[in-house]
């Protein structure tokens, strides 16, 4: 375990700030509440605690979910079990029931009854426990690694999907951008992190300012779908020298929630002349927007 580089050190790295984050993928366990659990501080939050717990485990060549001492940083068994492919919308990546039936032709009701403004979804697995503890001890805790071996599924899951589906590789990834303040807080952008290992190992460039905030938006976590989107808007622009005409963009977040922040992110993208927005999300939530 180690600290990234140029981030804050102690408290400020392994204590997230108390009050809600700016934006969606930001909120942990909307839809989920918490466990008690008789290791937990008095006056510790369920989120504080969760992460304080996971980052015990965090041992060198210890799996991130299980302590299993071993060589990954997240070990065989773990992955075979969590992040196991589910079907899933081919446009949103939300699970569909079984009676969907298999194929790359499923899209689920939202999708159908209104096209968000991007073209595919890929993702791992679900926001929720144990496998959320990935991503709370990558922002929350700074441990960089789980930033590559999210990186490194993801283009794995890409490259089966371009095998199943066609899927072709994008012409540039991009991460969902943080706010400056957000970014000062916690002294990395947990998408970038992600986002260049996965452009290293699907051999595509990576654009870290492609997109720029614009400004900071208030909390996502207290607002319905609608004030969600009323809140971002124009809260992305592309970047200052960046030309995305008739490209294919692959936009890497760490979480997907409603979908709001990435659908806006995309429809930015699109009113710049992609051609094709690809969402690559760690962990979605698997519930209805
Ligand atoms: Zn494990
Ligand atoms: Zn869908």
Redesign the pocket.
Known sequence: MRAPAGAATGSQVYAPTAGPAADGPDVPHAAVAPVPCPQARPGESALRHHARRLLRTLLPAACALCGTVQDETVCAGCALELLAPLPR?R??A?PLGRSAGPGAAS??A??RYEPPPFDDALVLGDYARPQDGLVLALKFGGVLPLADWLGGELARRWQAESGRSGLALPDVLAPIPLSAQRLAERGFNQSWEIARPLARRLGVRAAPTLLARLRDTPAQATLDLPARQANLQDAFGLGASHDVAGQHVGLVDDVMTSGATLGEAARVLKANGAARVTLVVALRTPGPA
């Open positions: 919308c446009c949103c939300r899209l689920c939202q999708c």
